[in-house]
């Protein structure tokens, strides 16, 4: 008997979004399937967290097709909602409320029964290592416990799909490895998840296939040892993209000693 293909956790068909005149983001190709960590790699400004904005229902787009497991997410945002979590680039969060204040919130949001978030949010706050964050104005917690608490709200109503902005960013490597493994039994349980990253390293330790972002556009996608083709993952995503020579000339007056300021 055959058995049923699993939709893609996320496909992603001729996007584009345009800011006045300049196309952030060009006719853009994305599969993730069910169940896989999935690496989006980009120099700056290569279209990343638009696409992911775009993909959550944070920016609009001009053209173009999103499907969460199945569902049309332009069309039916509150399915594509309960589907997904999300951790947005530049973390906008309700200053004066507490960690724990935020998360107990989210919960309601979510339709969360009182007691369910109770415990999630205590199990959140203690694998994450949040117990100081829980009492403070997120206003006061440093970068990465901003993150930490950002991705227990995306946790919180156990979603299916995972989009997470450059999760890692500003995270001390112990908190890093906790939320690697965190999001390996994620993986593992069935979950996917998609992250924008400017770690090569992360992508070849953690993630099973890759899509590479330049100028808006896909410029290379597939498991991530076929992406390398034979070269480590730095070196190739390097070539794609086109090396840069910049900083070895020009500010002479940074190296020239006794020069009058
Ligand atoms: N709201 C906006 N208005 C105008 N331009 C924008 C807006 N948002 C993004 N852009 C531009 O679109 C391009 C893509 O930005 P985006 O943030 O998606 O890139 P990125 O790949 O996430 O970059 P980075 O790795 O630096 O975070 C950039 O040139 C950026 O300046």
Not at 109 to 136: C, N, Q
Request: net charge negative; aromatic share 4%; glycine share 12%.
């Amino acid at each position: 008997m055959l058995r049923a293909v699993p939709p893609a956790a996320l496909e992603i068909r001729g996007l584009c979004k345009t800011f006045g005149t300049f196309r952030a983001v060009d006719r853009l190709d994305l599969t993730v399937r069910s169940g896989t960590f999935h690496g989006m790699v980009g120099p700056n400004g290569a279209g990343k967290s638009t696409t992911i904005g775009m993909t959550v229902g944070l920016v609009s787009p001009d053209a173009g097709e999103i499907r969460i497991l199945g569902h049309d997410a332009l069309a039916d945002r509150g399915r594509a909602r309960s589907l997904t979590g999300v951790l947005p680039d530049g973390l906008d969060l309700p200053e004066r409320l507490t960690g724990a204040e935020l998360l107990r919130y989210s919960a309601g949001l979510r339709g969360l029964h009182r007691t369910a978030a109770a415990d999630r949010v205590a199990e959140l706050i203690e694998v994450l290592g949040l117990a100081k964050a829980a009492g403070t104005p997120l206003a006061d917690c440093s970068t990465g416990t901003r993150k930490k608490v950002g991705l227990a709200q995306a946790l919180l109503h156990a979603p299916r799909l995972l989009v997470l902005d450059e999760p890692f960013e500003a995270v001390d490597p112990v908190s890093a490895a906790t939320i690697r493994r965190v999001l390996r039994r994620f993986v593992d349980g069935g979950g996917t998840t998609v992250l924008s990253t400017h770690s090569m390293l992360l992508v070849e330790q953690m993630c099973d296939e890759v899509t590479v972002v330049h100028q808006g556009r896909v410029v290379a996608a597939g498991p991530v040892a076929e992406v390398a083709a034979g070269q480590n993952l730095e070196d190739r995503f390097v070539e794609l993209v086109g090396a840069d020579a910049s900083g070895s000339e020009g500010l002479d007056w940074l190296t020239t000693p006794g020069e009058q300021r």
